[in-house]
């Protein structure tokens, strides 16, 4: 079990117990599936209830931050047949929360749903799970039938008007169904290529239905919205940047793990409550918003608090909040190479300058990695990202670009040293010890 | 275990027929990714006669079935061991000992990643993020069971308890 | 619409228009692989990336929907920028091969190359190496060219109806193949070939033969099936190579189906006859044409003087030119004989004098795609009129209700919305029982010969679908018009159709069905029709461009005709053991590319062509050697310079529709029996066995279309027999069996048993609409 700890516990409050505290009557117990109730009960209009969600400026959580409210507000009203659905593809490498979520507190990311699906008038929802986590699925698939048994879903939900059921889609080892798009063509039982925008999903989504589709941590955090209030739920974090946030932190840390912060807090103090670093060592690297964002030294980020603006202008990206801490074990062409071979891996096939490019930078930096790099190699790897990025439909491009271009622009002397001396500049011994596998002194 | 490649077994059939239940009638393709794991539980992995039965099954083109088959990278489109270990090495697992897990596996069982033992008892594969990151190290066995934390002790373990 | 701005220049296109289609409104080219006007669209090659005022990124022109006001920069420094940036990924991968290449000098890629690509790669990394694929016999592949554009993949999903090829794995490795050990097998796969943007996909007859600079190309009109689909053949010293489509959007689209683009091969066929040859005392001679020819008219002369004009017959192959139909009856009435006909597969003439008109399609081919509700009626539609299925296809996924009534039920890959299937026998009736419930349904009054007909739940339901549209027509196919009872079908699909205020009509057989009425190539007054010429035996025959062995409604029967002729003069391209046994004289007569000549396509239209090829050996334009022979045997009105001179006395002056043409139908005495309960045959011509050329043609004939016959059942006939697929079967008919092998096919109704025509393992069995036995052999 990911470790947890929290300042101000929202999303967390049902993660005390850890897997004991996931069923639906422990749910209810803590005051769940209330608002779905109140919702229903006091006939809440749709507009007022979209108008408490934007109060509330919950931004996105699976990583591009757009303002949930006004998402849901673009769905058509008149349209007969609308879909919600919810992205549990968390396969950016570095992020682990919604994991957490659906193993911990399933039925709120249930009652998330069913409230978005009245919102938007939908009448059946799809939870997309990342296909490695099949445990997770199939816990999901438990409290779907709870939830269903206590007539939260299905016809008439509570004896109101309202109908609505809930599914769970299973995926099998794609990172592009993460993209929404790509996601909806898997749930349509093909290839997750991403679909070219517009027209949107809201127009244009599953089955060629209008279609909502939010993150498991956005629709976790509904339930909790309609109880406090919009405005309160602002108010826990920064203006613009309503709310807490789930921050995955992994790599070189005492306690990895999983910590729900107001949004703002300083990344330091993220670092003190994920244990500090791991034997003392010092900070060299932090990717704060999953693999896809751009890198930034331990000086830079030092400085950051943990939100959507004060990241972007550090250089970066909040992401999907997965933190990233690399120590001075590290070497930064090494790093560079699995993360290029993630998405050279990961890319669908589709997009030409994907499809060849990402291989090509792969190929590069494993080049460099192995000791046959050749001095105008960084300058070939800029221009091959720069012609990556912006140009293919969907964003896996413009990720696997941004590693590279961070990690080159910040730590470039290390890949020079690279080049000229074909090996590390870090000794292999002291990356060996770095990752805690081998106790000191093993072989 | 069922042997003719093309014949899903009444028990998969009818763990298909729950999944297609999901999706509005018109739309049985979309159970396509979950029948398609199913046949590969009863046949240990996917023969192009099963991913066709499947697409009989669903009333899609074979190509369509073979299509999804081939681009999520849990489906095995060869013969896997009777435990398929697949070890993340993507990077925030690697900062806490994925990559030397792996190692630490090919040579216990002397094998390399997308090779078998010889007594078809292991197949290893290098896996991608499995979004369990702050378990490092993170290993799936059959694609099902998540394994976490995964130091020298425990794989010594797991690799004891897979007969 | 919407008015917009491309590179400075400004436009009005419609709502919903993409930048590409504007800028090709306008002339302006915008380079690109993936999209096609005719798929939907991919935007994954990136090519045509361009740049749209605010818009942060370069769009792609093919997808990006025009907004009014939107300002477009096809060759800003952003733009080429983009386009240059997709040029240098896609050369990365690719072998650059182009020498070895059969696309070289037709190839987008090369093309674009030059435009937008550097001089050296900067890539010096390892190349992908990508494995080719098995095909089948028409398509090679070479696919490490490949660009995974997946023009193809969306071509078999989207065009042809089911999807063959995909696009597998992921990323880098992404590969476009078939499903594990298939082939390609749709009608229209050579269409990949020409789909296919680079040297991935290419003719696999063709491979290796000729560089595409080394060609002549001339338009031509394809000789098959009645669609008249326009070509492009190219030729490379006087023999032809290779042949491709011609856009007609009225007609064929950008498409052709395999046949016409592979039976090009049957021009090459050692069957080729070369010089004319004349029988003397039972040996076969090689003469010259003035030999031939004044033999010819010497037997012909010496027929008609001793048995009168009435003892020659014509069996003229609709496949033949209008001027070729036109001279031969006009021969042939020249010499006193009305026994003239080109519907050499029909068994029903009963209709003949009953017509208003020269029956045709009814409608312009482009207005079966604006139909709404649609009955097929006896057709193999696929096989016999690809282009035309395709055209529904594409309807029907766009809401146009498509329902067939037929003998067998063969996947048409098209989303069928109602359908009767039942025996041959039974195919009247199940008409009128469509009748009686439009009728019903439309209040208008029930034809008493239709009273005692009680309609089935099948037939209500085609009935239903056809009442609930707006635009509607009954289309007779093949089998209908060569049916026993075709007049009753064509009575009663008029009657449907004027009942509904819609339109009946026929999806002809051949390149000349509606060609033959122009021409006058049917019997007149007393004269005999192709049935009624083989029934009888004649003292004379003129065969012209056909092997009525395999070509007439019943192959046994013609041949035992022609056999007991005194004298058969034929005009073939090819020569066959049959004709060396059943002939007097063999005159060589070109091949469609090897004359000019005239086609009148199923909806009437008028298409004329000019030879691509020089003639063969001494084979000579059939136009020519008609002329001349009416010129020796002294018949007027036989002084022709053209061709162009032939066709226009045949139409009747310069015409782009041909005159008269109606599908009304009087006086028809329905006749509406309910099936004999018997063993019935359903014949179907198969789609490579159709006419002489394509069945010559050895890449077609090995494509799984070309299959041997078989004794086809459905399980519940097989087993009422005692049979099983795979046995051995003995086929009766009459006093007459041939042996097959018995096969299942649950496309069809009980007690039929479906045994192609037109095959030489079949011709012993005699006619195509028969009882017959089957037995274990």
């Given at each position: 079990m990911a470790l947890i700890d929290t300042i101000n516990p929202l999303l967390t409050t049902g993660w005390a117990k850890g897997d004991a505290g996931w069923g639906i009557k422990e749910y209810e117990a803590r005051g769940g599936y209330r608002q779905l109730r109140r919702v229903l009960e006091s006939k809440m209009t749709q507009d007022d209830l979209i108008a408490e969600v934007k109060k509330s400026v919950l931004r996105g959580r699976g990583g591009a931050g757009f303002p949930t409210g006004l998402k849901w507000s673009f769905m058509p009203k008149a349209a007969p047949v609308k879909y919600v659905v919810c992205n549990t593809d968390e396969g950016e490498p570095g992020t682990f929360k919604d994991r957490d979520l659906m193993r911990f507190d399933p039925h709120a990311v249930i009652e998330g749903m069913i409230i978005a699906g009245y919102a938007v008038g939908a009448k059946a929802g799809y939870n997309y799970i990342h296909g490695e986590i099949f445990e997770t699925y199939q816990r999901f698939e438990e409290a779907l039938d709870q939830a269903r048994a206590a007539g939260y879903l299905g016809n008439n939900v509570l004896g109101s008007e309202f109908s609505f059921d809930l599914f769970a889609h299973h995926g099998w080892g794609a990172y592009i169904c993460g993209e929404e798009t790509g996601l909806l063509e898997s749930i349509e039982g093909k290839k997750g290529q991403p679909r070219y925008k517009p027209p949107f999903p809201a127009n244009f989504g599953l089955y060629g239905k209008p279609t909502t589709i939010n993150n498991t941590e956005t629709f976790a955090a509904i339930p909790f919205i309609l109880g406090m209030g919009g405005e309160a739920y602002l108010n826990l974090g920064k203006p613009n940047n309503g709310g807490t946030k789930l921050f995955s932190v992994s790599g070189h840390v005492n306690r990895p793990g999983n910590f729900e912060v107001p949004?703002?807090?300083p990344f330091s103090k993220l670092l003190e409550m994920a244990g500090g670093m791991r034997g003392g060592r010092k900070l060299k690297a932090v990717i704060p918003g999953g693999s896809s964002a751009p890198v930034l030294p331990a000086e830079i980020m030092m400085e950051c608090t943990m939100d959507y603006d004060s990241i972007a202008k550090a250089g970066s990206m909040l992401g999907s909040g997965a933190v990233i801490v690399m120590d001075e074990t590290v070497c930064m062409v090494k790093a560079l190479e699995r993360l290029s071979y993630f998405y050279y891996e990961e890319s669908c096939g589709q997009c030409t300058p994907c499809r060849e490019g990402s291989g090509w930078l792969y190929r590069v930096v494993h080049r460099i990695e192995h000791g046959e790099g050749r001095p105008e190699d960084l300058d070939l790897l800029n221009r091959v990202t720069d012609n990556m990025m912006?140009?293919?439909?969907?964003?896996l491009a413009d990720a696997a670009a941004f590693p590279v271009r961070s990690f080159i622009k910040h730590f470039k002397s290390e890949f020079e040293y690279h080049i000229e001396n074909k090996k590390c500049l870090v000794d292999p011994e002291t990356q060996r010890m770095g990752s805690g596998f081998f106790k000191a002194g093993a072989v | 275990m069922n042997n003719d490649n093309a014949q899903l077994s009444p028990e998969a059939l009818r763990r298909i027929d729950r999944e297609v239940a999901?999706?509005?009638?018109?739309?049985?393709?979309?159970?396509v990714m979950a029948a398609l794991v199913i046949a590969q539980d009863e046949k240990g992995w996917l023969p192009k006669e099963t991913i066709a039965a499947v697409a009989e099954y669903l009333g899609m083109a074979p190509m369509a079935a073979y299509e999804v088959a081939s681009f999520y990278n849990m489906y095995d489109l060869q013969p896997v061991g009777k435990y398929k270990i697949t070890v993340c090495t993507n990077l925030p697992c690697a900062l806490s000992g994925g990559v030397h897990a792996a190692e630490y596996v090919k040579t216990k069982l002397g094998i390399d990643f997308n090779e078998t033992t010889a007594d078809g008892k292991f197949t290893l594969k290098e896996g991608e993020c499995m979004g369990a990151c702050g378990d490092a190290p993170v290993m799936l066995v059959n694609n099902k069971r998540m394994c976490s934390f995964m130091l020298p002790e425990q794989i010594d373990k797991l690799l004891a308890e897979c007969k | 619409m919407v008015e917009i701005e491309i590179d400075g220049k400004t436009l009005q296109v419609e709502d919903g228009s993409t930048v590409i289609e504007a800028a090709h409104k306008l002339g302006t080219y915008i380079p690109h692989f993936c999209y096609h006007k005719k798929l939907s669209i991919a935007a994954n090659c990136r090519m045509c990336l361009v740049q749209v005022e605010k818009a942060p990124k370069p769009m792609p022109a093919c997808a990006t929907i025009v907004t009014n006001g939107m300002k477009v920069f096809t060759h800003s420094e952003l733009a080429v920028k983009a386009q240059k940036a997709v040029m240098e990924f896609l050369l990365i991968n690719h072998p650059l091969d182009c020498p070895i290449c059969d696309q070289g000098g037709e190839c987008q890629l090369q093309d674009l190359a030059v435009g937008y690509g550097d001089s050296a790669s900067k890539y010096e990394e390892e190349k992908r190496v990508v494995p080719d694929k098995d095909l089948g016999p028409l398509v090679s592949t070479d696919m490490t060219r490949c660009i995974n554009c997946t023009r193809c993949v969306r071509f078999t999903a989207e065009i042809a109806g089911f999807m063959e090829l995909g696009q597998s794995y992921r990323g880098e490795r992404a590969e476009v193949m078939p499903f594990i050990g298939k082939t390609v097998n749709t009608e229209l796969s050579g269409n990949i070939i020409d789909l296919c943007p680079v040297g991935a996909l290419t003719s696999k007859p063709f491979r290796f033969s000729a560089r595409t600079w080394e060609l002549s190309r001339r338009k031509s009109v394809s000789p098959h099936d009645a669609l008249g689909s326009n070509l492009i053949v190219q030729t490379k010293h006087d023999k032809v190579m290779r042949v491709l489509p011609l856009e007609n959007e009225a007609i064929n689209e950008c498409w052709i189906s395999d046949k016409e683009r592979f039976s090009y091969q049957g021009l090459n066929s050692a069957d080729r006859l070369t010089k004319p040859m004349v029988k003397q005392g039972g040996e076969w001679k090689e003469v010259d044409w003035n030999v031939a020819l004044d033999y010819a008219a010497h037997a012909l002369r010496d027929v008609a003087k001793n048995h009168g004009g009435a003892a020659i017959g014509g069996l003229l192959s609709?496949?033949?030119?209008l001027e070729e139909l036109f001279l031969a009856q006009k021969l042939l009435r020249g010499l006193g004989s009305e026994n003239v006909d080109f519907r050499l597969r029909h068994s029903d003439f009963s209709a003949d004098g009953k017509r208003a008109g020269i029956p045709s399609l009814g409608m312009k081919l482009a207005d079966v795609s604006a139909l709404d509700r649609v009955l097929v009626v006896g057709s193999f539609l696929r096989k016999d009129h690809p282009l035309i299925a395709q055209r529904l296809r594409q309807s029907a996924k766009k809401g146009t209700q498509v329902s067939i009534l037929h003998s067998a039920n063969d996947d048409l890959l098209i989303n069928v919305t109602a359908r009767a299937i039942a025996a041959p026998s039974q195919l009247p009736a199940l008409l009128a029982q469509v009748a009686k419930a439009v009728c019903a349904a439309k209040g208008a009054a029930v034809p008493s010969d239709l009273s005692a007909v009680a309609v089935t739940p099948d037939a209500q339901a085609i009935a239903d679908s056809l009442v609930s549209g707006s635009n509607s027509a009954v289309l007779l196919g093949n089998f209908a018009q060569q049916h026993p009872q075709a007049a009753t079908l064509h009575a009663l699909g008029r009657l449907i159709a004027t009942t509904l205020g819609g339109r009946s009509g026929f999806l002809g057989e051949a390149a000349n069905s509606v060609g033959g009425y122009v021409a006058k190539a049917v019997p007149g007054n007393g004269g005999l029709n192709a049935a009624a010429m083989i029934k009888t035996p004649l003292q004379a025959y003129v065969v012209v461009g056909t092997e009525p062995e395999l070509d007439a409604a019943n192959g046994a029967q013609a041949l035992a005709a022609l056999a007991k002729a005194a004298v058969t003069v034929v005009l073939t391209p090819f020569k066959t053991p049959a004709m060396l046994d059943y002939a007097a004289v063999l005159l060589p007569s070109a091949p469609f590319t090897e004359t000019s000549g005239t086609f009148v396509n199923t909806e009437g239209r008028v298409q004329s062509f000019y030879a691509a090829a020089k003639p063969l050996g001494e084979t000579r334009p059939a136009w020519k050697v008609l002329r001349v022979l009416g010129n020796l045997l002294e018949?007027?009105?036989?002084?022709?310079?053209s061709s162009e001179d032939v066709r226009n006395e045949a139409l009747g002056g310069k015409r782009e529709f041909a005159a008269g043409m109606s599908n009304g139908i009087e006086g028809v005495a329905l006749s509406i029996g309910d099936g004999s309960g018997k063993l019935e045959r359903v014949a179907d011509v198969p789609i490579h066995f159709a006419d002489p050329l394509v069945r010559r043609s050895p890449a077609l004939q090995q494509a799984a279309d070309s299959a041997a016959p078989s004794a086809r059942m459905n399980a519940a006939t097989l087993a009422k027999s005692g049979l099983a697929a795979g046995d051995a079967v003995k086929v009766g008919a009459g006093d007459t069996a041939i042996r097959l092998c018995a096969s299942l096919d649950n496309g069809l109704p009980d007690n039929v048993v479906r045994i192609a025509v037109a095959h030489a393992d079949t011709i012993g069995l005699g006619a195509m609409f028969a009882n017959l036995t089957v037995e274990k052999a």
């Open positions: 949004m703002g807090t912006g140009k293919t439909i969907c964003a | 999901k999706y509005p009638a018109e739309q049985k393709q979309s159970a | 609709p496949h033949a030119t018949l007027s009105g036989f002084d022709y310079n």
